[in-house]
C-alpha cells in the first residue's frame, strides 16, 4: 500500500511530472509565442488596409461633394451676369433656374444697399419686400469675397444651407440660394460604403448634415465622439478609432471639405472588421491544443523510459540508507543510468566492507574517549583549585601536587624565571627536597634544556637521562634516581614565567596524551600564576592610590580656595567691563562730530560734559566749498554728482582726522570746521591755516581729474578768527555741538569771495600765522552782513617744512 502511494506521488510530484510538464510547456510557449506573433502581424496589416480603404472613400466622398456644391455656385453665379438689369429678367432667371436644379428652394436678390427687392420660390413670387439685410453676413461676406456659404440650419429635421454670389458690376446687388442638403445622402449610398461600414457628413458644429442608411439620424449632434471631436477640432490629425452613436467601438476615417468645413466620415465596427483576426485566433487555440496533446502523450512515453531506472535508483538507496547494504540494483538500459547503477553496486560493497571495520576502531576509540573524560575531569578539578587562590605561594604548590597526579609523575619542579637575572629558580617541588643546595636551585639561561623549551615554546621530553647530554639538572636527577623527565615551558604572549619539570624513575618514553594534556595544564598553571602576580600589583597599587587620594584631597582643598578667589576678580572685572562699555557708548555717540582722537579723548575724561557744555570762547573756523557746484549739479545726472561728493568729502575728512578739527556740518558742497572747540590747542589757528593750505594741495588734482570728466570745478576756503558761543543744540535722539556768531558768518563770508584754489583769511588770522606763510593783500571786502569794509589776505603757500600732527594721546598726556 505504502508502495503504491510513492509510486503516486513520484508520478505526480516527481521527474516524471516535471519532465512531462517541461515538455508540454515547451510546446505550448512555442506555439503561443507564433501564434501571437502572427496574430499582431494579421491585426495591423488588416487595420492598416481597412483604416486605408475606409480613408479612399471618405476622399472620394468628399470630392464628389465638393464638386456638386462648385456646380451649384456655377450654375447661381449665371443668373447673377449684368445684362438682366430688370426685376422681370431677373425673375424670369430665377424661375428657370429652380426648374433645373431641383435641390434649390428659393431665390432672393438684394440691392447694393442690401434690401431684398426679389424673392422666388417653387410656391411664390414676391418683390419689393425691402427687408433690410446689410449686416447679415450673407450680404457682407458676399460683398467682400464675391461668394459666400453660409452655415448650415434644420428646417424640419432636414438640412438646409445658401450660397450667396455678387452680381456683376459696381453696388450690383447679392443672390442668394437657400439649397435643400438632402442630396448629399446620394453620395454615401450603400453600393459606395459598403455592406459592413456606414457614413456620414457633419458640419464644423458636429451635426449630421446626411448619412447612409445604417447611419445616425440626420440633425444629430455627434460633436463629443472622439473622432468627430478630432475631424472638426482645427490643426488636429483625425482619429482612426472611436466609438459609433451607440457607444460601440469602431475603425474611422475622415476627410474634410474645405470650402465648406464639412467632414466625411467612414466608419465601420470594430467587431466585424477585426473578424478575420478571431478567426485566425480559434485555429492557434486548436493548433496549441492538439500540440498539447502531442506532446502529453510524447513526454509520457519518454519520462516513463528515464523513469523506471531512476525509481530503481531510488529504492536501492533508501534500502541502503536503512542499513541493508546486501541490497544490489539491477539496471539494463546501456546508458548512463546503467553506469551509474554498476558504481552503486561498488560504493556499496565498499561500504558494508568499511562498517565492519567501524566497528572495530569504534570500540578502540570509546575506550581511549573514556580515559581521556578521565584526565579532562582530572583537569577541571586542577583548573579549578588553581583559580581558588590569588596567593602565589598558595597556588604554586597546588599547582606541583596536581601534575603529579595528573602524570602519575614521582617528582615535580617548577622554576620561575627572572628576567633581570635571565635565570631559572627553584620556587617549588614536590618528591625532592627544594630546600637542598644543589646546581637544580638556579639554572642561568643557556644551553640547557629549561632555555630551550622556553625559546621553543614547546614542551620537550628525555626518555633515558642517563643517555642525555651533560646538563645541570642531568646529574642531580640521576643521582636522586630519576631517569626520565618532561620540560614543560610556562610561556604566554607577555613573556616566559618559567618552566614545569615532571620527573620519573622509570626510564621510557612519555605518552603524546600526557604531553598534549601538560601542555594545557601548562596554560591554565600560567594563568593562574599571571591572575597571583596581578593580583599582588592591584594590592601594591591600591595602597599607592589611597595615599594618592589623601593628595588629591588636600589639592581639591586648595582649589575650593583658589575658586572662590577667582569669583571675587570675575566680580571685579565684570564692573571693569561695565565701566568700559560706558566709555564705548559715549565714544560712539561723540564720533558723530569729532575726529575719533578728540572723541576717545572726552570719553575717557573724569567730567566729559563739562567739556560740551554751552561756553563763549575764542576759536578759529574754516568754511570751505565748491566753485560752480550748483550749476554742475543742475546739469549733471544726480549719480555722478554724488561720485563727485564722496571723493570729496574723503579727501577732505582725512585731514580734518589729521589736524584735530571739529566737523561742524556737511551742507552739500560746503564744509565747517571749528578749531578750539571743544578740545583747546594753543595753535588752534596755525592748525587751522596749516590744514587749509594741504586741503588745497589734495583737491587741485581732484579738480584736475574733474575736469577731464567735464566737470569744471573749483575749491575755495575762507578762515576766521573770533569768539563764539559753543554747545549742544537739538534734542535727545539728535544732538550736534554747534559754534554760534558772526565769525562763523565771517568764514562763511570769506569762502564765497574766495576764487578757485584761493585760500582767503581774516587780518587777525594772518597776525597769528604771518611768520610761517607766505600771503599778499587783497582789497577791502564789502561783506553782506558787515557794516564796514572787512581786511583780508590771501595765503599763498606754507613756508614751514611739512610736520607731524601729534595724536590725540599725545595731546592728552601734554595736558595732563
Known amino acids: 500500500m505504502a508502495g503504491a502511494k510513492d509510486k503516486t506521488r513520484f508520478l505526480r510530484e516527481g521527474l516524471f511530472a516535471k519532465y512531462v510538464v517541461s515538455l508540454v510547456g515547451l510546446v505550448v510557449f512555442v506555439l503561443a509565442v507564433n501564434g501571437a506573433m502572427e496574430t499582431w502581424i494579421s491585426y495591423r496589416a488588416t487595420k492598416t488596409q481597412l483604416t486605408d480603404g475606409l480613408e479612399d472613400k471618405a476622399q472620394g466622398a468628399a470630392r464628389r461633394i465638393e464638386q456638386s456644391i462648385s456646380e451649384l455656385e456655377r450654375q447661381i453665379s449665371w443668373v447673377t451676369r449684368a445684362s438682366q438689369d430688370t426685376l422681370e429678367k431677373r425673375r424670369a432667371d430665377y424661375a428657370a433656374l429652380l426648374h433645373q436644379v431641383s435641390v434649390v428652394n428659393q431665390l432672393f436678390q438684394l440691392n447694393g444697399d442690401g434690401r431684398e427687392v426679389l424673392r422666388v420660390s417653387r410656391q411664390s413670387t414676391t418683390t419689393g419686400g425691402n427687408a433690410d439685410l446689410s449686416?447679415?453676413?450673407?450680404?457682407?461676406?458676399?460683398?467682400?469675397?464675391?461668394?459666400?456659404?453660409?452655415?448650415?440650419?434644420?428646417?424640419?429635421?432636414?438640412?438646409?444651407?445658401?450660397?450667396?454670389?455678387?452680381?456683376?458690376?459696381?453696388?450690383?446687388?447679392?443672390?442668394?440660394?437657400?439649397?435643400?442638403?438632402?442630396?448629399?445622402?446620394?453620395?454615401?449610398?450603400?453600393?459606395?460604403?459598403g455592406k459592413a461600414a456606414f457614413a456620414y457628413v457633419v458640419d464644423p458644429r458636429g451635426r449630421v448634415l446626411a448619412t447612409s442608411s445604417k447611419g445616425p439620424d440626420v440633425g444629430k449632434d455627434l460633436s463629443k465622439l472622439p473622432q468627430v471631436a478630432a475631424a472638426i477640432a482645427p490643426g488636429r490629425a483625425p482619429d482612426t478609432s472611436g466609438t459609433d452613436f451607440n457607444g460601440h467601438s469602431v475603425m474611422s476615417a475622415a476627410s474634410t471639405v474645405p470650402k465648406l468645413g464639412w467632414s466625411v466620415m467612414f466608419e465601420q465596427p470594430t467587431t466585424q472588421a477585426l473578424m478575420p483576426i478571431r478567426d485566425q485566433l480559434v485555429r492557434i487555440a486548436l493548433l496549441i491544443g492538439m500540440g498539447l496533446l502531442v506532446a502529453i502523450l510524447a513526454g509520457t512515453l519518454l519520462a516513463r523510459r528515464m523513469i523506471i531506472p531512476i525509481t530503481a535508483l531510488r529504492d536501492g538507496a533508501h534500502k541502503l540508507g536503512e542499513g541493508d547494504f546486501s541490497h544490489r540494483i539491477d539496471v539494463h538500459t546501456s546508458d548512463e543510468l546503467e553506469d551509474l547503477a554498476g558504481q552503486f553496486n561498488r560504493m556499496a560493497d565498499q561500504i558494508q566492507e568499511t562498517y565492519s571495520n567501524l566497528e572495530t576502531k569504534v570500540d578502540e576509540r570509546t575506550r581511549d574517549l573514556a580515559q581521556s573524560i578521565n584526565e579532562l575531569k582530572v583537569l577541571e578539578e586542577v583548573g579549578r583549585a588553581v583559580a581558588s587562590s590569588l596567593d602565589l605561594n598558595a597556588v604554586l604548590p597546588t599547582i606541583a601536587a596536581r601534575a603529579i597526579e595528573i602524570t602519575h609523575a614521582d617528582a615535580v619542579l617548577i622554576y620561575g624565571f627572572d628576567a633581570a637575572t635571565r635565570?631559572?629558580?627553584?620556587?617549588?617541588?614536590?618528591?625532592?627536597?627544594?630546600?637542598?643546595?644543589?646546581?637544580?636551585?638556579?639554572?642561568?639561561?643557556?644551553?640547557?634544556?629549561?632555555?630551550?623549551?622556553?625559546?621553543?615554546?614547546?614542551?620537550?621530553?628525555?626518555?633515558?637521562?642517563?643517555?642525555?647530554?651533560?646538563?645541570?639538572?642531568?646529574?642531580?636527577?640521576?643521582?636522586?634516581?630519576?631517569?626520565?623527565?618532561?620540560?614543560?615551558?610556562?610561556?604566554?604572549?607577555?613573556?616566559?614565567?618559567?618552566?614545569?619539570?615532571?620527573?620519573?624513575?622509570?626510564?621510557?618514553e612519555f605518552a603524546a596524551s600526557i604531553i598534549g594534556l601538560m601542555r594545557t595544564f601548562a596554560n591554565q598553571a600560567v594563568l593562574a600564576m599571571r591572575n597571583a602576580r596581578l593580583f599582588t600589583e592591584v594590592d601594591h597599587k591600591g595602597r599607592e592610590l589611597a595615599a594618592a587620594n589623601e593628595t588629591v584631597r588636600a589639592q581639591a582643598d586648595k582649589l575650593r580656595e583658589q575658586t572662590e578667589q577667582l569669583k571675587d576678580w570675575n566680580k571685579s572685572l565684570e564692573e571693569r567691563v561695565e565701566t568700559q562699555l560706558g566709555e564705548i557708548e559715549r565714544i560712539r555717540k561723540l564720533e558723530r562730530f569729532l575726529a575719533p582722537q578728540v572723541a576717545q579723548l572726552i570719553a575717557s575724561s573724569d567730567s566729559p560734559e563739562g567739556l560740551l557744555t554751552s561756553q563763549r570762547r575764542e576759536v578759529t573756523v574754516v568754511f570751505c566749498d565748491l566753485r560752480g557746484f550748483t550749476a554742475f549739479t543742475e546739469a549733471t545726472e544726480p549719480e555722478e554728482a554724488m561720485n563727485v561728493l564722496r571723493e570729496y568729502h574723503a579727501a577732505l575728512g582725512t585731514l580734518i582726522f589729521k589736524y584735530e578739527g571739529t566737523l561742524d556740518k556737511y551742507a552739500g558742497d560746503g564744509v565747517m570746521i571749528l578749531f578750539n572747540a571743544p578740545i583747546q590747542f594753543e595753535d588752534h589757528t596755525k592748525r587751522a591755516v596749516k590744514m587749509a593750505v594741504e586741503m588745497r594741495d589734495t583737491i587741485g588734482p581732484l579738480t584736475e581729474r574733474w575736469r577731464n570728466r567735464g566737470h569744471s570745478l573749483g575749491f575755495g576756503i575762507g578762515i576766521a578768527l573770533g569768539y563764539a558761543t559753543l554747545g549742544q543744540v537739538g534734542f535727545e535722539q539728535r544732538l550736534e555741538y554747534a559754534a554760534i556768531g558772526s565769525v562763523t558768518n565771517l568764514a562763511s563770508r570769506l569762502c564765497g569771495e574766495a576764487k578757485p584754489n584761493q585760500i582767503v583769511v581774516s587780518r587777525r588770522v594772518y597776525g597769528i600765522v604771518e611768520p610761517w606763510v607766505e600771503a599778499r593783500a587783497l582789497d577791502d571786502l564789502q561783506l553782506k552782513g558787515f557794516n564796514h569794509p572787512v581786511l583780508a589776505m590771501e595765503i599763498l603757500n606754507w613756508r614751514e617744512e611739512v610736520e607731524n600732527v601729534v595724536d590725540a594721546a599725545a595731546a592728552a598726556r601734554r595736558r595732563g
Not at 140 to 162: H, I, L, N, Q
Not at 438 to 465: C, M, Q, R, Y
Request: aromatic share 6%; glycine share 8%.
Open 423 to 508: 635565570r631559572f629558580n627553584l620556587v617549588e617541588s614536590n618528591g625532592i627536597d627544594k630546600s637542598a643546595d644543589g646546581a637544580h636551585v638556579t639554572i642561568d639561561e643557556g644551553e640547557n634544556i629549561l632555555s630551550d623549551a622556553a625559546g621553543s615554546g614547546e614542551p620537550i621530553a628525555l626518555a633515558d637521562l642517563d643517555q642525555a647530554a651533560e646538563q645541570p639538572l642531568r646529574d642531580v636527577a640521576v643521582e636522586a634516581g630519576f631517569h626520565s623527565v618532561l620540560v614543560v615551558p610556562l610561556v604566554d604572549q607577555q613573556g616566559t614565567l618559567g618552566s614545569l619539570v615532571v620527573l620519573r624513575r622509570a626510564s621510557g
Open 135 to 193: 449686416r447679415d453676413m450673407r450680404f457682407t461676406d458676399t460683398v467682400a469675397r464675391g461668394v459666400s456659404y453660409a452655415p448650415a440650419w434644420f428646417v424640419d429635421r432636414t438640412p438646409v444651407m445658401s450660397i450667396s454670389v455678387a452680381h456683376s458690376g459696381f453696388n450690383a446687388g447679392v443672390t442668394v440660394a437657400e439649397i435643400d442638403l438632402g442630396f448629399l445622402s446620394d453620395f454615401l449610398s450603400d453600393a459606395q460604403v
